[in-house]
């Protein structure tokens, strides 16, 4: 990874493969802690970032559990900006009742205590940074979770933290990566730091490498792209499958299967089924954490192609990468099986999405 010079410091937690990492260091972060427990996923993590953060891993500040009673939130270096993207839990219902935010128990508790535990610091020495900016991912229908409940509670807690918030739901498809994946974004910013009274998101890049700030213009307005700019050539992909001896052509009875569900299934007027993509297709549907079961989601159509069968394709990880915008062309590397790697880029953000926001964070709410 090419070095940045760095600007401000930021926190990973609940950090995978580091798409989060990426995107802050791109823009001129310096992450001071990390916090991932699966252990693949620290894995490819610690492979690709230890060159460009290697005090964080020699000073033991790559966590492995954010919830161990042993990890002391004080202990954790200052930083500016805080990312997470984190599980979807409900809260409990009880504590509401009773007028507690009560996020016990749940994992945004403890993101919700690191920053608790750098205002307290603050309070009994000013020298201390208090996070000014809090950027958190979550699935698009995490603000209806819980009958929006889930969403209300953050809000009022990170307010009664002393931020404002604003969340909006950003599509991948419209920041130059060809997959139609909607999350949405919570930026929350310390009002006594930071002067502002509202963040205006990115809703994509244009043709020409703009920002595009009005959200209606953004599907006439956004780069086109097509599935083809992230598939290997077919000669490259044949090249991969014979030097791992594997095809990624699926079985004939799980192509079978797909197709008898998907009768199925339009046979009961409902639409689920297997989605097949081609390489004028305009997107794929969202790449999810269990892609590497059956394929369904995303598959390669592979008809008439000389030397290949004309079932189709699941993506290779490679492709897997790209569909995320990590730069696995450049420096990127993916040291795990294939049904790891599916997992971590289907769990993953789409890097360009969090690199855009990023770049406006800095520019709206940082300087
Ligand atoms: C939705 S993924 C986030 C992926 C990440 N944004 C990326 O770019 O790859 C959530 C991650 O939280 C991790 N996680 C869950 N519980 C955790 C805990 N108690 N401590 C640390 N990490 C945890 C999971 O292993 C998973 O990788």
């Known amino acids: 990874m090419p070095k940045r010079k760095k600007s401000f410091r930021f926190i990973d937690l609940f950090a995978g493969i580091g798409g989060f990492h990426i995107a802050m260091h791109e823009n001129g972060g310096d992450c001071v802690f990390a916090s991932e427990i699966d252990k693949f996923a620290r894995q490819t993590y610690e492979h690709n970032f230890k060159s460009i953060s290697p005090q964080m891993f020699e000073n033991g500040n790559f966590n492995k559990d954010i919830t161990d009673e042993e990890l002391n939130y004080s202990k954790i270096p200052e930083f500016d900006i805080l990312c997470a993207g984190f599980p979807c839990q409900p809260f409990s219902h009880a504590g509401l009742k009773k007028g507690f935010d009560d996020t016990r128990g749940t994992l945004f508790f403890n993101i919700k205590e690191i920053v608790k535990a750098k205002i307290e610091a603050h309070k009994k020495n000013s020298k201390v940074t208090i996070p000014k900016v809090l950027l958190l991912e979550n699935v698009k229908g995490f603000k209806n979770h819980d009958k929006g409940n889930t969403f209300r509670v953050i809000k009022k807690t990170l307010n009664d933290l002393g931020y404002e918030v604003a969340a909006e739901v950003l599509n991948s498809k419209h920041f130059g990566v060809p997959q139609n994946r909607e999350r949405i974004f919570i930026v ?180």
């Not at 244009?206 to 307005?221: N, Q, T």
């Not at 991969?240 to 799980?254: D, F, G, M, R, V």
């Not at 192609?305 to 290779?316: A, E, Q, S």
Request: charged share 30%; net charge positive; glycine share 6%.
């Open 188 to 367: 929350a910013w310390y009002r006594d730091s930071v002067k502002k009274s509202e963040f205006k998101f990115p809703y994509g890049i244009d043709k020409d490498g703009m920002v595009i700030y009005d959200k209606s213009k953004r599907d006439d307005d956004a780069k086109p792209i097509s599935v083809g700019d992230i598939l290997l050539k077919n000669s490259e992909l044949e090249k991969l499958e014979k030097k791992s001896n594997k095809t990624y052509t699926i079985s004939e009875k799980l192509w079978d299967g797909h197709q008898r569900r998907r009768t199925e299934h339009a046979e009961k007027g409902n639409g689920f089924g297997y989605s097949s993509f081609n390489s004028k297709s305009a997107y794929t549907s969202t790449i999810s954490a269990r892609y590497y079961k059956d394929g369904s989601e995303i598959l390669i159509e592979q008809n008439n192609i000389p030397g290949r069968p004309d079932r189709p394709r699941k993506l290779h990880p490679t492709e897997a990468a790209r569909l995320q915008g990590f730069p696995i062309d450049n420096w990127y590397e993916i040291p795990v099986s294939d049904n790891q790697a599916y997992k971590q880029f289907g769990n993953s953000v789409s890097v360009p999405v969090v690199k855009t926001v990023a770049s406006e964070i800095i520019k709206q709410l940082l300087n």
